[in-house]
C-alpha cells in the first residue's frame, strides 16, 4: 500500500568518502501526483493514477479523500484507484487533521466550492523556506466569484457559482496557478490567467484535466486560457518522473565523482538543469530509458546560477547542487530568486568544512522580490573544500536530502536527524542509497 514509510525512522549515521555508483528508478512527481489526486475530486466517475509514488503528500491526500467520503485504493504496485462520488462538503474539524502537514489541502478549495459551493480554508504545512503565503489563491478564488468570510481565524469561502474571469498574478506561483486551473475547469465561462507557472508538473495537471474534459490551452506568453465546462469524467494517467529527484542523484554523482543511472529521467524536463551540469564539469548520456550522469575526470569548477521559475533553473535543484559546487574549483554563485529563505541549511555545510558565505544582496541579474528587503538570498561558494562528519538536524526536504550528499561526500561519519522529512519527496531512499554502494552505519 502507498503510505510515508519511505524513510521509516529520524536519525542516520553515514560514513562518506565513497563514490556513489548504480542505478537508481524514477517513479511519478512528488510536486504532479498529489495535484491530479485532487483533481479526481471534481467528478464521480472513478480515476485511475499510474506511477504513483510512496511520498507523504500521496499518503495525505489520499486520508484527504477518504475522510471526505471518497475512496482510494493501491489496486496494483504504483496504481491508484480514486472514486468522489461520494464525497461530501469539507467539515472544518476533519480540516483541521491535516494542519500543518502539507501545502497540498488548500488546492481542494477550487474541487469543493466547484462542488459544493463552500470549503473552509486550510492552515497549510510543507517546507520551511519562507513565509509561503496563500494570498494568491484566496485572491484568484475571489476573482472567480468566492466570498472570503473569516470568522475569529476560521477562514471561509463560499459562492453562488464559479465564474470565468481575466487573473494576473504578481508571481507566477506554482501553486496559485494549479488553485486558479482546478477552480476555473467546471467555472461557467473563459479564465484567462496572466503570468502563470508554466511547469512541467503543471502540464502533467492540465494533461490529466484534459482527459477529463477539460478545455484548458497554454499560450506562449505564461497565459493559460480555462474555458468551463459544465462536467469532468474520470481520467487515467501516468504522472509524469520526478526531475527533483533526478537532479539530487546527478549531483550527488558528481560530488561523490561517482556515475548513476537515473531510470525514467526525461531529457525534456531537465533542459536548464543538464546545461548547468555540463559547465561544472558534470557530463550525462541520455537515453529512451533514462539519464546516466558523471563528473568528468578534469574535476568540477565553478559557476553562477539564479533560481527562477520554469524554463529556469529550479530553486528545487538548488540545494543538492551547491553541495557539488563545494566540490568545484573556483568561486561559485548562487542567486536565489524563488524564496526568500532557502539558504538556512548552509551554516550546516561550513560546519562539515565547506566556505560559504551569503549575501543579502542580489548577485545577478534576475529581477528579484527580495533584494531591497533584508533577505539572505545570495550564496559565494568558495571550492574545492574536503568535506568531514558532523551532527546535522535536517530542516526541511530538500536541505536534507542534500545533507545526505554531503555527509556521503566527506571524510568519516555524520549523523542526521529529523530524516523523516526527506520522505516527503524521496521513495525508497535507504535501499536507493544501498544500491548505490552508500554506507550506512544505521538508521532508526
Ligand atoms: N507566493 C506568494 N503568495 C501565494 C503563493 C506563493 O507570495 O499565494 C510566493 C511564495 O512565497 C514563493 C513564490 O511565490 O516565494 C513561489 O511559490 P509557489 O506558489 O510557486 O510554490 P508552491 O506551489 O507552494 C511548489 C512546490 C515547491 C517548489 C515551488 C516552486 C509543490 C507541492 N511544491 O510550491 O516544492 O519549490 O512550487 O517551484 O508543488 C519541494 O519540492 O521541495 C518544494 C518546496
Known amino acids: 500500500m502507498i503510505a510515508a514509510t519511505a524513510v521509516s525512522t529520524g536519525r542516520m549515521i553515514l560514513r562518506g568518502g565513497r563514490p556513489l555508483s548504480g542505478e537508481v528508478t524514477l517513479r511519478g512527481a512528488k510536486n504532479s501526483l498529489p495535484k491530479i489526486m485532487v483533481a479526481a475530486l471534481l467528478t464521480g466517475e472513478r480515476c485511475t493514477l499510474r506511477n504513483v509514488a510512496g511520498v507523504a503528500d500521496v499518503a495525505i491526500v489520499s486520508d484527504l479523500i477518504r475522510s471526505l467520503g471518497g475512496e482510494v485504493a493501491e489496486v496494483e504496485p504504483g496504481v491508484l484507484s480514486i472514486c468522489a462520488a461520494n464525497v461530501r462538503p469539507m467539515e472544518r474539524a476533519v480540516l483541521k487533521t491535516f494542519s500543518g502537514k502539507s501545502r497540498i489541502p488548500i488546492l481542494a478549495c477550487?474541487?469543493?466550492?466547484?462542488?459544493?459551493?463552500?470549503?473552509?480554508?486550510?492552515?497549510?504545512?510543507?517546507?520551511?523556506?519562507?513565509?509561503?503565503?496563500?494570498?494568491?489563491?484566496?485572491?484568484?478564488?475571489?476573482?472567480?466569484?468566492?466570498?472570503?468570510?473569516?470568522?475569529?481565524?476560521?477562514?471561509?469561502?463560499?459562492?453562488?457559482?464559479?465564474?470565468?474571469?481575466?487573473?494576473?498574478?504578481?508571481?507566477?506561483?506554482?501553486?496559485?496557478?494549479?488553485?486558479?486551473?482546478?477552480?476555473?475547469?467546471?467555472?461557467?465561462?473563459?479564465?484567462?490567467?496572466?503570468?502563470?507557472?508554466?511547469?512541467?508538473?503543471?502540464?502533467?495537471?492540465?494533461?490529466?484535466?484534459?482527459?477529463?474534459?477539460?478545455?484548458?490551452?497554454?499560450?506562449?506568453?505564461?497565459?493559460?486560457?480555462?474555458?468551463?465546462?459544465?462536467?469532468?469524467?474520470?481520467?487515467?494517467?501516468?504522472?509524469?518522473?520526478?526531475?527533483?529527484?533526478?537532479?539530487?542523484?546527478?549531483?550527488?554523482?558528481?560530488?561523490?565523482?561517482?556515475?548513476?543511472?537515473?531510470?525514467?529521467?526525461?531529457?525534456?524536463?531537465?533542459?536548464?538543469?543538464?546545461?548547468?551540469?555540463?559547465?561544472?564539469?558534470?557530463?550525462?548520456?541520455?537515453?529512451?530509458?533514462g539519464i546516466a550522469f558523471w563528473r568528468r575526470e578534469a574535476g568540477l569548477h565553478?559557476?553562477?546560477?539564479?533560481?527562477?521559475?520554469?524554463?529556469?533553473?529550479?530553486?528545487?535543484?538548488?540545494?543538492?547542487?551547491?553541495?557539488?559546487?563545494?566540490?568545484?574549483?573556483?568561486?561559485?554563485?548562487?542567486?536565489?530568486?524563488?524564496?526568500?529563505?532557502?539558504f538556512g541549511y548552509v551554516e550546516a555545510l561550513n560546519r562539515m568544512g565547506a566556505q560559504i558565505q551569503i549575501y543579502r544582496e542580489c548577485l545577478g541579474r534576475v529581477p528579484c522580490r527580495f533584494g531591497q528587503r533584508n533577505y539572505q538570498h545570495s550564496a559565494v561558494i568558495v571550492g574545492p573544500t574536503p568535506l568531514h562528519g558532523a551532527e546535522i538536524n535536517i530542516p526541511d526536504l530538500r536541505a536534507g536530502f542534500s545533507y545526505v550528499i554531503a555527509a556521503l561526500t566527506a571524510e568519516g561519519e555524520s549523523t542526521l536527524t529529523n530524516t523523516n522529512l526527506i520522505q516527503r519527496g524521496y521513495e525508497n531512499l535507504i535501499p536507493k542509497l544501498h544500491a548505490l554502494g552508500a554506507e550506512i552505519v544505521s538508521t532508526e
Open 302 to 342: 565553478s559557476t553562477v546560477i539564479e533560481t527562477d521559475v520554469h524554463p529556469g533553473f529550479m530553486t528545487d535543484w538548488q540545494q543538492p547542487f551547491v553541495i557539488a559546487l563545494t566540490q568545484a574549483s573556483g568561486v561559485s554563485i548562487v542567486h536565489e530568486t524563488v524564496y526568500e529563505e532557502r
Open 110 to 289: 477550487g474541487p469543493m466550492l466547484a462542488r459544493f459551493r463552500e470549503s473552509p480554508v486550510p492552515s497549510l504545512g510543507g517546507c520551511r523556506i519562507g513565509t509561503r503565503p496563500v494570498d494568491f489563491h484566496i485572491r484568484a478564488l475571489q476573482d472567480l466569484g468566492a466570498t472570503l468570510h473569516d470568522e475569529s481565524g476560521n477562514a471561509h469561502l463560499t459562492c453562488e457559482r464559479l465564474y470565468g474571469n481575466k487573473i494576473h498574478l504578481d508571481y507566477p506561483s506554482v501553486g496559485a496557478t494549479e488553485q486558479v486551473i482546478l477552480a476555473a475547469v467546471l467555472a461557467q465561462g473563459k479564465t484567462e490567467l496572466a503570468n502563470a507557472a508554466t511547469e512541467p508538473e503543471i502540464m502533467d495537471l492540465i494533461m490529466a484535466l484534459q482527459k477529463m474534459g477539460a478545455i484548458i490551452s497554454v499560450d506562449v506568453d505564461r497565459v493559460i486560457t480555462i474555458e468551463g465546462v459544465p462536467e469532468l469524467h474520470g481520467y487515467d494517467h501516468a504522472a509524469v518522473p520526478d526531475r527533483l529527484e533526478a537532479a539530487s542523484w546527478a549531483s550527488a554523482a558528481a560530488a561523490t565523482g561517482g556515475r548513476i543511472f537515473v531510470r525514467n529521467a526525461r531529457q525534456v524536463d531537465m533542459m536548464t538543469f543538464l546545461n548547468q551540469f555540463r559547465k561544472i564539469g558534470g557530463d550525462f548520456a541520455v537515453t529512451s530509458d
